[in-house]
């Protein structure tokens, strides 16, 4: 690989381990099946990784998952494709051989998750398994079960190849300096972003009506056998949850709820109903469907108090104010986040952004996120917006904000001191990628593995053949 194209690799992000996903389409809809190591050589096989047979319909069906998915397949040969499922194999047999390994009811959990997903995104079980070309739902589990095992047992291997790489200031102060001047990567125009944040408050009175309304509920379940679930359904203002009666399954710590959800959720028995409680979202009540081990099934319902006009009005004036003295020079941006803004996450950094992706503070132009770059494309270097409405895309309560571009960066050579943060994740990729490449050419070596005579003549980036 030419140190051009590398850099293309690393800045991509593009690791030889796949992210984690769940993302399903009809082509992803295959079977792998176990096979014994002094198999004969049987047609439509192209190759055998451990336990693991890949069949050439199964290429054949990732290319048209690529293509489904709108990437760009001109490129691609059927060698790197089989390649690329070869690699997932071999994870996956030794996430098995180093006992790795993931439970029925944690495989099932996902199925469960995604077939919920495409049922409310194609509208019903029966138009999903047309569309899937399957007849019953527990065939259609079944595929999946295989398909997600295979998938999660590969996605630990390759966390646990990784886990414990770190790179020391050292190592990227050598990695930096051993890339030709003339090589070094490009990094995009970037721009540094601070924002002071009012969140406009419900009243009390709001607030108890809320609550009341929940324990209504809570009471007419509990002692009318009412359905929670189809109250849900009703009065949820959850959307994520709502049209699956405020279901949620395989829920366990780790799971990237608020605090609050996560600590009432834990505390109940199965069959158990909350009191109302408050999350930054609004106020819920959680019923417990059912505990397997560190996991939780719940359904749960969610009412946002509603904030008044008045309230909504008054926020903006604040931010209006803020704004003015600002511009009057009464006190810095910085300060008046420090001093004024709601958003707990921002106001201590004086209102600056982070980049969700490295948190750093700087958001390359053409990797931002579309709402927040129209929020500040129109604005000058310095320039305070009016106040921007800001609605939450998970359900909670809107805000108003006030943004400024504090810095401005033009596409630019990479700079060690300047671009540390991102100069450290490329150095932290290399090491990874180096070490995944270390670690397959070790198993390769100590696994079984079978290629196809129609398959040995590709020029395959791992030693398959074992030449």
């Avoid at 001047?181 to 995009?188: A, I, M, S, W």
């Avoid at 001191?417 to 100069?423: G, L």
């Avoid at 593995?449 to 398959?455: E, S």
């Amino acid at each position: 690989m030419s140190r051009k194209l590398m850099w293309g690799f690393l800045l991509a992000g593009s690791m030889i381990f796949a992210q984690e996903g769940e993302g399903l389409n009809e082509a992803s809809i295959s079977t792998d099946t176990t096979v014994s190591r002094n198999m004969a050589k049987l047609d439509g096989i192209a190759a055998v990784v451990g336990d693991y047979v890949i069949l050439d319909s199964d290429i054949e069906k990732t290319l048209i998952d690529l293509k489904s998915q709108g990437a760009s397949t001109e490129d691609v040969t059927n060698c790197q494709l089989l390649g690329k499922l070869m690699e997932d194999r071999l994870y996956a047999h030794q996430a098995v051989q180093d006992s790795l390994l993931v439970s029925d009811d944690q495989v099932n959990a996902t199925s469960d998750r995604q077939i919920q997903q495409l049922t409310s995104q194609i509208g019903s079980v029966d138009k999903m398994l047309k569309y899937y070309k399957k007849t019953d739902l527990e065939s259609f589990k079944a595929e999946l079960f295989e398909i997600n095992k295979l998938r999660m047992l590969s996605e630990r291997m390759q966390a646990k190849v990784v886990e414990d790489i770190e790179v020391t200031p050292e190592e990227v102060r050598q990695f930096f300096y051993r890339i030709p001047e003339d090589e070094r990567p490009v990094f995009g125009a970037e721009l540094e972003i601070s924002q002071i944040v009012k969140q406009p408050k419900p009243s009390e009175e709001e607030k108890l009506k809320v609550i009341n309304r929940l324990k209504e509920i809570k009471q007419d379940v509990l002692e009318n056998d009412a359905s929670f679930n189809v109250k849900a359904i009703l009065y949820s203002q959850d959307p994520g949850s709502k049209p699956k009666g405020g279901l949620y399954t395989g829920i366990t710590r780790e799971t990237q709820f608020v605090k609050e959800f996560k600590d009432v959720a834990f505390s109940l028995q199965e069959g158990e109903i909350s009191e109302p409680f408050e999350t930054d979202f609004g106020y819920h009540i959680i019923k417990m469907e059912k505990i397997r081990g560190q996991e939780r099934d719940l359904r749960h319902i969610l009412m946002i108090p509603e904030i008044s006009r008045k309230a909504m009005e008054q926020a903006a004036k604040e931010l209006d104010t803020i704004r003015q003295h600002i511009l009057d020079g009464k006190y810095s941006f910085d300060e008046g986040a420090r001093n004024f803004s709601d958003e707990k996450e921002t106001k201590f950094d004086g209102g600056l952004l982070r980049n969700p992706i490295n948190f750093d503070s700087k958001f390359e132009l053409t990797k931002m996120d579309p709402s927040l770059y129209n929020q500040v494309r129109n604005l000058k270097d310095g320039e305070i917006s009016r106040p921007i409405k800001e609605d939450d895309p998970r359900g909670g309560p809107p805000k108003f904000k006030i943004m400024q571009i504090t810095n401005r960066y033009d596409e630019h050579e990479a700079d060690f001191a300047r671009d540390y943060i991102k100069i450290q994740e490329l150095a932290m990729r290399d090491k990874q990628f180096k070490a995944v490449k270390e670690w397959m050419a070790e198993r390769i070596d100590d696994t079984y593995i079978l290629v196809d005579d129609d398959n040995k003549s590709c020029n395959f980036s791992n030693n398959w053949l074992k030449q």
